[in-house]
């Protein structure tokens, strides 16, 4: 029957151009797999800023006396704090109302973090890393900033508070190169 075997033919070369197309569909995923993958890997994250956990407290940014709101030269406000178990440094923030505030923080022993109130201000903060943004609030009043990370047995009662005061009275009580906070002493 040679009409039979001609159809064999046909279906063969049929079920072969369609193994051809699959394996092609699965060569081409593989190389985007591929692709993609070490495109990822050999960029680095957006932004990442590392700090040395061991000598924190002793020197750079996150010493002590740094901590807390800075009007800088360039009359930018930065609030400088750190988390620990079970605390925030400070733990009361002074911030001017309506002025763009850039928060910079990190942790010292476990990951914590943080968010003001209502507002959109909210970041983890990771020993070792240094976390950043920049918001703005627009109420002046008090807020409560209570920690969201579960970090340990203390975390219920770790909290801070920040005060967001009239943008003129703050900076009438700014002073250069000085740190404020609204810590009772
Ligand atoms: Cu710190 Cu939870």
Redesign the pocket.
Not at 147 to 152: M, P
């Given at each position: 029957m040679p009409g039979h075997h001609a159809s064999e033919t046909v279906a063969a070369a049929a079920e072969r151009r369609w193994a051809i197309i699959v394996i092609a569909i699965i060569g081409v995923l593989i190389l985007m797999m591929i692709v993609t993958g070490v495109h990822w890997a050999s960029m680095p994250p957006s932004r990442v800023e590392a700090v040395d956990v061991k000598t924190i407290h002793i020197k750079g940014e996150f010493v002590e006396s740094n901590l807390g709101t800075a009007v800088e030269p360039d009359g930018k406000v930065t609030v400088r704090l750190i988390?620990q178990?079970?605390s925030f440094v400070p733990n009361c923030i002074a911030v001017p109302a309506d002025t763009p505030v850039t928060f910079r923080g990190t942790?010292t022993d476990?990951i914590?973090?943080f968010v003001v109130g209502r507002t959109n201000a909210n970041t983890m903060l990771v020993p070792g890393f240094v976390s950043t943004f920049t918001t703005s609030f627009s109420k002046p009043g008090e807020q409560l900033m209570p920690?969201?990370?579960?970090?340990?047995t203390?975390?219920e009662a770790?909290w801070a508070h920040v005060q967001v005061v009239p943008r003129d009275e703050f900076m009438a009580k700014a002073r250069p190169g000085g740190r404020m906070s609204c810590v009772q002493r």
């Open positions: 988390a178990q079970y942790a476990a914590h973090g920690c969201h990370e579960y970090c340990g203390g975390h770790m």
